[in-house]
T-cell receptor, first 115, second 111 residues
Framework: EAGVAQSPRYKIIEKRQSVAFWCNPI?????LYWYQQILGQGPKLLIQ????????DSQLPKDRFSAERLKGVDSTLKIQPAKLEDSAVYLC?????????????FGPGTRLLVL | GENVEQHPSTLSVQEGDSAVIKCTYS??????FPWYKQELGKRPQLIID?????GEKKDQRIAVTLNKTAKHFSLHITETQPEDSAVYFC??????????FGKGTMLLVSP
């Protein structure tokens, strides 16, 4: 089966600009996650969707980050305006059913550099 | 919330040696502990997981042990090979809550 797809793979922007990332999960997977992975650290959850509803967005900086998952399939993550500290790899993952106790399948990530 | 500490941050071994990576967690209610492997420039992939109703799980050269009393779990890799070189992340969760990842261990296996 096809894996989790993400685009773009790389993005370079200047601070205060906007950027959007796209994720297409594995077909049929109910749960979708967005993680931020700063160099040298483990992935940190930003937001988790189950179908098209938000399950956990407690660590999402809502003043600048937003995400949506229309029709319970694809998802977009947006940063507006970007800060230097947003430079990281943004990973999307999906799992078949309920969160936390299942294998999460990760996409290749989008590497963001904010100058 | 949950806090996961992982040690060491870097581990260098010779091919054929064993490698052990240790993690501690703070929430005694956590009951699911996966390990992910991330090769350079690639996506994280699950290599093994353990639930709190067992103390050890093995899959070929990889094993994970769990000590619920001490709130720590470890990844053991035997007969290491160069292709085992990667960053390994432990994680923990409880119920339907999301995973909390450790900071990762870079394993370098020298031929």
């Amino acid at each position: 089966e096809a894996g989790v797809a993400q685009s773009p793979r790389y993005k370079i922007i200047e601070k205060r600009q906007s950027v959007a990332f796209w994720c297409n999960p594995i077909s049929g997977h109910a749960t979708l996650y967005w993680y931020q992975q700063i160099l040298g650290q483990g992935p940190k959850l930003l937001i988790q969707f189950q179908n098209n509803g938000v399950v956990d967005d407690s660590q999402l900086p809502k003043d600048r980050f937003s995400a949506e998952r229309l029709k319970g399939v694809d998802s977009t993550l947006k940063i507006q305006p970007a800060k230097l500290e947003d430079s990281a790899v943004y990973l999307c993952a999906s799992s078949p059913g309920l969160a936390g106790q299942e294998t999460q399948y990760f996409g290749p990530g989008t590497r963001l550099l904010v100058l | 919330g949950e806090n996961v500490e992982q040690h060491p941050s870097t581990l260098s071994v010779q091919e054929g040696d064993s490698a052990v990576i240790k993690c501690t967690y703070s929430d005694s209610a956590s009951n699911y502990f996966p390990w992910y492997k991330q090769e350079l420039g690639k996506r994280p992939q699950l290599i093994i997981d353990i639930r709190s109703n067992v103390g050890e799980k093995k899959d070929q050269r990889i094993a994970v042990t769990l000590n619920k009393t001490a709130k720590h779990f470890s990844l053991h890799i035997t007969e290491t090979q160069p292709e085992d070189s990667a960053v390994y992340f432990c994680a923990a969760s409880k119920g339907y809550s999301t995973l909390t990842f450790g900071k990762g261990t870079m394993l370098l296996v020298s031929p």
